[in-house]
């Protein structure tokens, strides 16, 4: 089945700094992946589609200054957040899907701590 | 503007007792919906999508376009369907994926 690959799976970093997060498709090509940020005890929220080749399309609300995506192969897509603030702290899970599937595929996710 | 609805947080229930997850949608165009589960420290994974019409681990679900609803259903729930339930709504244009607020199912021995 696709599998969806992830990492890190936990990172903390200091105020300031840029963490970045790889999310692979192992064993299919994906042009679209999709980024999504949890907060505790809430549901996912679509922070911005990740299209290979070309720039993301981010929901409203999503600084795309902040959150830097980049989908240079169609097997991977990566999510950079710039100048971590502790309010970014929160669980960022990835997905994709093969072409011409519906279901989509989740990354383990990963938790983001800023101090 | 929300577009899928849980409305339960939590739900409850005794092993064997019949098992309703509730979901409402919002959409003006024709959506595809599903039905994701997650359980304790493992990802998200699909549970079923209304346009297979089928029935994974017991559960079902269908698609009631005049109340806008896909409910999720088992007759006899089992203390491994214990975990959180997502409703997710598809745009048919757009290829994004929205998602509910999440229920809680606890199945008690």
């Known amino acids: 089945g696709a599998v969806v690959s992830q990492h890190p799976s936990r990172v903390i970093c200091k105020s300031g700094t840029s963490v970045k997060i790889e999310c692979r498709s192992l064993?299919?090509?994906?042009?679209?992946m999709f980024w999504y940020r949890q907060f505790p005890k809430q549901s996912l929220m679509l922070m911005a589609t990740s299209n290979e080749g070309s720039k993301a399309t981010y929901e409203q609300g999503v600084e795309k200054d902040k959150f830097l995506i980049n989908h240079a192969s169609l097997t991977l897509s990566t999510l950079t957040v710039t100048s971590a603030h502790p309010e970014d702290s929160s669980f960022y899970i990835c997905?994709?899907?093969?072409?011409?599937?519906?279901?989509?595929?989740f990354g383990s996710g990963t938790r983001l701590t800023v101090v | 503007a929300q577009r899928v609805t849980q409305p339960e947080k939590l739900l409850s229930v005794f092993k064997g007792a019949p098992v309703e997850l509730k979901c409402n949608y919002s959409?003006?165009?024709?959506?595809?919906l599903f039905w994701y589960v997650q359980y304790s420290r493992q990802r998200l994974q699909l549970l079923l999508r209304h346009i297979s019409r089928e029935s994974i681990k017991g559960f079902t679900a269908d698609l009631n376009k005049g109340e806008t609803s896909f409910h999720l259903k088992k007759p006899f729930a089992q203390e491994e369907d214990s975990a959180m339930y997502y409703c997710a709504l598809r745009e048919d244009n757009f290829n994004k994926f929205y998602f509910g607020s999440g229920t809680k199912l606890n199945v008690k021995p």
């Open positions: 997905s994709a899907s093969l072409t011409g599937n519906s279901g989509y595929t």
């Open positions: 959409y003006s165009g024709s959506p595809e």
């Open positions: 064993d299919f090509q994906a042009t679209t």
